[in-house]
Structure formats: structure tokens, C-alpha cells
């Protein structure tokens, strides 16, 4: 039978990283988020994973490009307060390591994606509560989720001596969480 955990989020991290004109990589968090797994770790296939983000807690570390992020040319916080994921399939791919399918929501728009997730056992903690521990990644087109803004400028490519074009903001998001689990 599977018990309800709860994610601890001070314990855990939800990271996501993009490319930024091609050559370096620009990385965040969400600072508010929360949800529950029902899981028992002797039957991880019937995982059922329920998470929501608050979409106005995104951290670059730039606050002016964090109030980017939360205008409409991306997350448009105001009219989408929230991120959401919904799993719908586990499936095992070696004993510590899973796949958990499931409907990923941001703005408006919904698409099934595929999280990696290592299993890192569970244990007892000082104070009594049972803790489990994984790693997740994940890969994720941001224009599937109606996140378009961009543009694309020209640079000079030093030894070729040309002209190349630059996209500003690249579209694939990569996904990586640290996540610890408190049985209730």
C-alpha cells in the first residue's frame, strides 16, 4: 500500500538552466513549491506524483531578469500563478533507476514529459521521520509550453570571419531536482 510523502523543499532544489546566446548557460530556481507522492518503495511503479511550482518565485539571481521572467514574454505570473506536474506512468528502468511520465503545465499549455529519476534509498532520520531521497532530470522544449520569447542577432565568428546568427534564449530547458520525501 502506498503512503502519501510530502516533498520538503528545504531540503530539496528544483533547478532549470537554458542556454544564453549559444556559448554560456543561465540557470535558476523556484523558491515556493510544494505537493505530495504516494509511494512505497517496495512497489515504486504505482508512484503517483502531484507537484505545483508558484511561478512568481522564479530566481536567477538577476533581479531585473527575474521580473523579466514573470512578464508575459514568459511565465506571465499574474494570469498563471502556477507550474504543474501530474504524473500519469512509472515505469522502471534498472532497480534504483525510474521513469515517471506525467502532464507538465505551464501558462496554458500541457505536454506530457518524461523525468529520470535515481532513487537514492530511504532512511530514518534523527528525529523519527522516515526520508527518502532522488535525483530527478529532464529535458523539455519551453516553446511547447508557449514560452517563445527570443530573438536572434547577428555575431561575428572570429576565425571564420563571418557572420553567424545568435539565438539570445535557447529552447531547450534542462531540468534537475534534489528531492527529499517525508513519509506522513
Known sequence: MSDVWMFDPQHSAIRFSVRWLMVGRVSGTFNRWGGS??????????????????????????????????????FGVERFPKITFASSKVTAVSEKRLQVAGLLKIRDASKEVTLDVLSLGTVSDPWGKERAGFQVRSTFNRRDFGLTWGTIMSAGAEKARQKVEVVVVGEMVDLEADIILTRQ
Do not use: M, N, W
Not at 41 to 54: D, F, G, H, N, R
Not at 56 to 73: K, Q
Open 37 to 74: 507522492v504516494k509511494y512505497d518503495p517496495k512497489a515504486p511503479l504505482a508512484t503517483q506524483v502531484s507537484l505545483e511550482l508558484e511561478s512568481a518565485t522564479v530566481d536567477t539571481g538577476i533581479p531585473d531578469r527575474d521580473t523579466h521572467l514573470r512578464t508575459d514574454d514568459f
